[in-house]
Every structure is written in structure tokens, then in C-alpha cells.
């Protein structure tokens, strides 16, 4: 299973765009990139994935590199409603899963 | 459709006893996970669904635990005789794809005393 790195903590303003790393290198081939994100006491929710092309939905937008090695997720403009932690997993493209989601990104955001 | 649903939302039992959530999933969804979280770590798998077929069990589920899907429709996972170790949230997802997201339930939080 392929270990991410993602920093502990991130800070930003409110309005601001916000860019969320995240380190992959033993990532397999086959494995998409996923992002999700919780708030205390609720279910992780989808954010965004991509396999090797860059990816815009309506949350967030999905930088992934050249090698796949490492990947950022982009909030454009950050809410307070976007303060959250956030997990980067690689996700094996047969069962759909990843064993473990790992500690994630906690972003802070300030008014 | 209202998305994943878990029930109870909170379970607290004493050490020993056995306790039985259950999930349902997205009505379409051919795929449910199960996974395990404990205070400040990300989500742990413990086992998936396709269909009423359990595919995959991972080591954190020891033999006291065991999940059923059958029909396909709902998950029952159940915990027998209880260890204080058990205590975490247990989360539900289901998805249509291995390519696409998971829908997660709000979850169920064990506490174990």
C-alpha cells in the first residue's frame, strides 16, 4: 500500500486560494489519487481524484505531477466551511480502497 | 435518496459484551467498505463488500469481528465479546465503482468501558 506524506497543519485566510500537498513517490501505477476531507464528528467526504490529468470539479481543483509522485489539491477561495482535515490517499483501482487514510492536512482557516 | 445511513450513531457497552451496526448504503451501489477510526488518525479499512460477497478482510479484523452483507443491500458488523481497544468510530462507505468516490455515513462511535 503507498505511503502519503502530507504536512500537519495549514493555515489561510479567508477568500484566499489555498494549496494542499501532498507526497505519493510509491505510488502504483493503477492507483488513482483521492482527496477527501473531514469535519470533527462527521464522515470524510469526497473532494476530488485523478489518475494523471489535471482535475476541476465544482470543490476544488486537482494538480497531479508529471511522475505522479506527488499531487496538490487547490481551493480557489477558501470559506471557513472549508476548514477541515484533509487526506490525500492513493486508491488501488480494483478494490477501490485505500487501508489507510493516514493523519491528513488539518486546515485552519481565518476570517 | 437521503445517502448512507449507520445505526445507532453512539453504542456504549461494557467490556465483553457484543454489539452488532448496521450500514445501508446508496441504494445502486454495488460496493461497501467498512473502516475504523481512532481519535486523531485517518480512517483504517477493515473489510469490503461487492455485491453480497465479502472480497477483502484486512488484519485489523481479528476473529471477533464479523461483517455480513446479504441480498447486497444493508451491512450488519458485529463485535463480539468487546475489548476496550475497540472502542472508535465505525464508518460506512459505499461506492458504484472502484474508480469512483466513496459516499460515507455519518458513522457509529463505540465507546468500550
Known amino acids: 500500500d503507498a505511503k502519503t506524506t502530507q504536512p500537519n497543519s495549514m493555515e489561510s485566510n479567508e477568500e484566499e486560494p489555498v494549496h494542499l500537498p501532498c507526497n505519493h513517490s510509491t505510488i502504483s501505477g493503477t492507483d488513482y489519487i483521492h482527496w477527501y476531507r473531514q469535519l470533527p464528528s462527521q464522515g470524510p467526504e469526497y473532494v476530488i481524484h485523478g489518475l494523471t490529468s489535471n482535475v476541476n470539479n465544482r470543490m476544488a481543483s486537482l494538480a497531479i505531477a508529471e511522475d505522479r509522485k506527488s499531487s496538490t489539491l487547490i481551493l480557489h477561495r477558501a470559506t471557513l466551511r472549508d476548514a477541515a482535515v484533509y487526506y490525500c490517499i492513493p486508491v488501488n483501482s480494483n478494490s477501490g480502497y485505500a487501508l489507510n487514510f493516514g493523519k491528513g492536512t488539518s486546515l485552519l482557516v481565518t476570517p | 435518496d437521503t445517502g448512507v445511513s449507520q445505526d445507532p450513531r453512539h453504542k456504549i457497552t461494557k467490556r465483553g459484551q457484543n454489539v452488532t451496526f448496521r450500514c445501508d448504503p446508496i441504494s445502486e451501489h454495488n460496493r461497501l467498505y467498512w473502516y475504523r477510526q481512532t481519535l486523531g488518525q485517518g480512517p483504517e479499512f477493515l473489510t469490503y463488500?461487492?455485491?453480497?460477497?465479502?472480497?477483502?478482510k484486512s488484519r485489523l479484523l481479528s476473529d471477533r469481528f464479523s461483517a455480513e452483507r446479504p441480498k447486497g443491500s444493508f451491512s450488519t458488523l458485529e463485535i463480539q465479546r468487546t475489548e476496550q481497544g475497540d472502542s472508535a468510530m465505525y464508518l460506512c462507505?459505499?461506492?458504484?465503482?472502484?474508480?469512483?468516490?466513496?459516499?460515507f455515513g455519518p458513522g457509529t462511535r463505540l465507546t468500550v468501558t
Open positions: 463488500f461487492q455485491n453480497e460477497a465479502q472480497l477483502e
Open positions: 462507505a459505499s461506492s458504484d465503482s472502484p474508480h469512483y468516490e466513496q459516499y
